[in-house]
């Protein structure tokens, strides 16, 4: 497509609930990125894709949090056992190579009650 | 290690005056800059990059920075504002070390124009 497609655009869960994110990169980028981004501050890096493989996972907060990109194209990032720290919007990027820039999309509005 | 400082949270300028949002940057290796603009719901927008070429980057909607190594500063700047430039900025460096992918943002500077 033409642009960086993440659904839904909000999810409201109930604490404890698990919740998935989707991310419909560019069709052809490479590279796939997951950013957290909480009311008032920066985007914060949680993990990052080459294709299929999960080449960093270092900013994902816990083990309940867990990404996927089983073919190389659509990612989703799972929340389990939603609590309300986890209220944020979470960004998808997507790049040819890291030179090109990057493409965000709009982003996911997680309101954990 | 990479990281970035957005050295003022607020700015208001006059419709038709000139701009300054500034940030400093911190890497161990030559970094990759950019700078990102949000309006409000709306996602982030590539307004320009610095990728070791120029260092004076030319970006959208009449926005420049300058890449100042000395300073470690990477300032975006445009010499008349719009009503339309009103929204949050971020500024943003990448390692340009082997496989290092991950962008680390600042805090982000929110810019008011004011009629």
């Known amino acids: 497509g033409a642009g960086v497609s993440q659904s839904p655009r909000y999810k409201v869960a109930k604490r404890g609930q698990d919740v998935a994110l989707r991310c419909d990169p560019i069709?052809?980028?490479?590279?796939l990125f997951w950013y957290q981004q909480a009311l008032g501050q920066g985007p914060e890096f949680l993990t990052y894709?080459?294709?299929?493989?999960?080449?960093?996972k270092s900013g994902l907060p816990s083990d309940r949090f867990f990404a996927e990109r089983p073919e190389g194209s659509v990612s989703t990032l799972k929340i389990q056992r939603t609590q309300q720290e986890d209220s944020a919007v979470y960004l998808c990027?997507?790049?040819?190579?890291?030179?090109?820039?990057?493409?965000f999309g709009s982003g996911t509005r997680l309101t954990v009650v | 290690a990479q990281s970035v400082t957005q050295l003022d949270s607020h700015v208001s300028v006059s419709e038709g005056t000139p701009v300054l949002l500034r940030c400093n940057y911190s890497?161990?290796?030559?970094?990759?800059l950019f700078w990102y603009v949000q309006h409000p719901n709306k996602g982030l927008q590539l307004l320009l990059k610095?990728?070791?070429?120029?260092?004076l980057v030319k970006g959208i909607n009449g926005f420049e920075a300058e890449f100042k190594k000395s300073e470690t500063s990477f300032h975006l700047t445009k010499p008349s504002a719009h009503m339309s430039d009103a929204a949050e900025y971020f500024c943003?460096?990448?390692?340009?070390?082997?496989?290092?992918?991950?962008?680390?943002f600042g805090t982000g500077t929110r810019l008011t124009i004011i009629p």
């Open positions: 894709f080459q294709n299929e493989a999960q080449l960093d």
């Open positions: 610095y990728t070791s070429a120029a260092t």
């Open positions: 943003v460096v990448r390692e340009a070390n082997f496989g290092n992918e991950k962008l680390t």
């Open positions: 890497s161990s290796y030559s970094p990759s």
């Open positions: 069709s052809g980028h490479v590279s």
């Open positions: 990027a997507s790049s040819l190579t890291g030179a090109f820039g990057y493409t």
